[in-house]
């Protein structure tokens, strides 16, 4: 099997997008075309986006099931997928995500109580290979839980001892509780979701920065309130969506740290007077060790979910400022962005629409994400310490949390990476796509973006109040208008504001002029931060060395992981 190119997960999982659905079979997998084929986790496709344009150009002909053709649209199925919301897809059973971190529990609870000599050896060998073949079973799409058993720990159990005729599956639940279990199920299944989420935010933070790296000159006027405020680049804003992602990747880090403890052992939350080693088992389960109060793993099970939610909704909301912004680009009225024809959708009756569907669609998901993060809040409220069967909801909220999130953090990789180059020709699909320069360029000379500048200059070159000028500046503008100029400050505009605030201040015309041209404007930004070449530039190379570093870090994370769940699933000799 093979894993996601960009997430990581073990493909294929899921039914077509479902991440709660387990691993669908792999007949299934293989049968389908590759364009059809993506990660049930993160819905990034199998193709990446050039072969999926290579493909999709010799296809074009072809009648899609829907009610818009393909000849201004052409959303390949993830795509479809994510549009389409649960209209006519299914999310499947929660626990069916929980077979192999349950599976990973037994094997580690049942190593250690032979090693404490709970249980003998041949018990131990007994269950390990019962579950080994649950295992097999489940990779091969042959293992679903049953409803009529409640839960993925009972199916998993009485499989063992019912279907396998294992006897000593009966005590596999020695010195724990399905309190303990399904916590540690969870913190499971969080951590492995956390590092999926690292893995792709960096992906967006990488595609950010490359792409920005190709609008360093790429001169835009920056906008306050929806008004043209002061001049920048398209590669600052790039920059500024970098900066935030790279703060999800340290909070991913927080939560990593904060909640890579092991709960198994906890029991009920009040411990056993079996002799466990619990510092065992964290071990085989690849934690930092184990939790360190027996009540607080069961009372807080509520927590990391909403850590975890906290982090996606942040995440998702600067996802959603994107994706407005880009909305707001892609108009006929701005005409700055040609949206590949893959993230867009038709219409069922209007032949012209090409419709930016997936960034609205960002939208709402960030919306139902920050709902969700307020139910798990809510949760967490005022119940009485210990074990309280509410609690079970967390585990509800925060799989479709993710389920929500993850996808939108791949299709914006991909319009970041194919979308927001510089306007060019796609010769697979005949069409413009990118960034119009050129437009962005001629936009940002008109509403007296570089007044600001101009001010600023004037201050740095006559040694005049600030405060004193910007009143000039502004009656400037004021006049600049009722002489019909609508863009740039006019000579003759600022020179009557000065005569009548009383300073002599001699400024010729060709001056004024070019202390608003935004080229001479982006020469003299140069601190830290701003749009300058040089301060972006040194911004950018921080940032790449940020993803660098950060990708080892996270891809040597998810090696041990994988390493420690291989090592607990061998079944050679157990003592």
């Not at 008004?227 to 999800?248: C, D, M, N």
């Not at 700055?336 to 959708?345: A, D, E, G, T, Y």
């Not at 990118?434 to 007296?448: C, E, P, S, V, Y």
Request: charged share 20%; glycine share 6%.
């Amino acid at each position: 099997m093979n894993t996601c190119r960009v997430c990581g997960e073990l493909q294929p999982a899921g039914a077509w997008g479902s991440m709660f659905s387990g691993l669908a079979p792999l007949v299934a997998w293989e049968q389908a075309s590759p364009e059809q084929r993506y990660c049930g986790v993160c819905g990034t496709p199998a193709c990446d986006d050039d072969a999926l344009d290579r493909r999709q150009s010799q296809q074009l002909e072809q009648s899609p099931a829907r009610l818009y053709g393909t000849s201004l649209v052409s959303p390949t199925p993830e795509v479809v997928a994510f549009m389409a919301g649960w209209d006519v897809a299914t999310k499947g059973a929660a626990d069916q995500a929980l077979v192999p971190f349950d599976l990973w529990v037994n094997r580690a609870h049942t190593r250690m109580l032979v090693a404490q000599a709970i249980l003998t050896p041949g018990q131990g060998q007994a269950i390990l290979h019962g579950l080994a073949e649950i295992e097999r079973r489940y990779r091969a799409g042959q293992f679903v839980v049953r409803p009529t058993l409640e839960d993925v720990h009972t199916n998993i159990e009485k499989f063992l001892t019912d279907d396998l005729g294992i006897e000593a599956g009966l005590a596999m639940h020695t010195a724990r509780s399905r309190n303990d279990q399904i916590v540690t199920d969870m913190r499971l299944w969080m951590r492995a979701r956390v590092v999926n989420l690292a893995r792709l935010s960096l992906g967006l933070l990488q595609a950010l920065t490359a792409v920005a790296r190709l609008h360093v000159d790429s001169v835009m006027a920056g906008y306050t309130h929806h008004q043209h405020a002061t001049i920048s680049t398209f590669g600052h804003h790039l920059a500024a969506y970098a900066e935030a992602i790279r703060r999800v990747v340290q909070r991913l880090h927080f939560w990593y740290d904060t909640f890579n403890y092991s709960p198994l052992g906890c029991v009920t939350g009040f411990s056993t007077t079996f002799p466990i080693d619990r510092s065992l088992t964290a071990e085989l389960l690849g934690c930092y060790g184990p939790e360190p109060n027996s009540i607080d793993p069961i009372t807080s099970r509520w927590e990391p979910e909403a850590e975890l939610a906290q982090i996606l909704a942040v995440l998702l909301a600067h996802l959603s400022s994107m994706a407005q912004t880009f909305i707001l680009f892609s108009t006929q009225e701005f005409g700055v962005l040609k949206l590949h024809p893959r993230f867009c959708s038709g219409s069922s009756i209007m032949p012209q629409k090409v419709n930016p569907d997936t960034l609205e669609v960002i939208k709402a998901k960030a919306a139902e994400v920050t709902s969700r993060l307020n139910t798990l809040l809510t949760l967490g409220r005022a119940n009485l310490t210990g074990y309280n069967r509410e609690q079970q909801w967390t585990k509800y909220l925060i799989m479709e949390t993710c389920l929500e999130s993850f996808p939108a953090v791949s299709i914006m990789t991909r319009i970041v990476a194919h979308s927001c180059r510089p306007l060019q020709p796609n010769a697979w699909l005949q069409r413009d796509v990118g960034i119009d320069t050129a437009r962005l360029h001629a936009m940002a000379g008109t509403g007296f973006a570089g007044a600001t500048e101009l001010l600023e200059q004037l201050v740095t070159q006559t040694g005049i109040e600030f405060r004193r000028l910007k009143r000039v500046m502004e009656y400037a503008v004021a006049l600049s208008l009722q002489q019909g100029a609508s863009d740039c400050v006019t000579h003759a505009a600022l020179s009557q504001a000065l005569q009548e605030e009383g300073l002599e201040v001699l400024v010729d015309a060709v001056t004024v002029q070019r202390l608003q041209e935004p080229a001479i404007i982006l020469a003299a930004k140069q601190v830290t931060g701003g749009p300058g070449r040089q301060a972006l530039e040194a911004e950018l190379t921080q940032l790449a060395t940020f993803v660098a570093t950060q990708s080892q870090t996270w891809q040597t994370r998810s090696q041990e992981l994988q390493a420690r769940y291989e090592q607990c699933g061998q079944c050679s000799e157990v003592s």
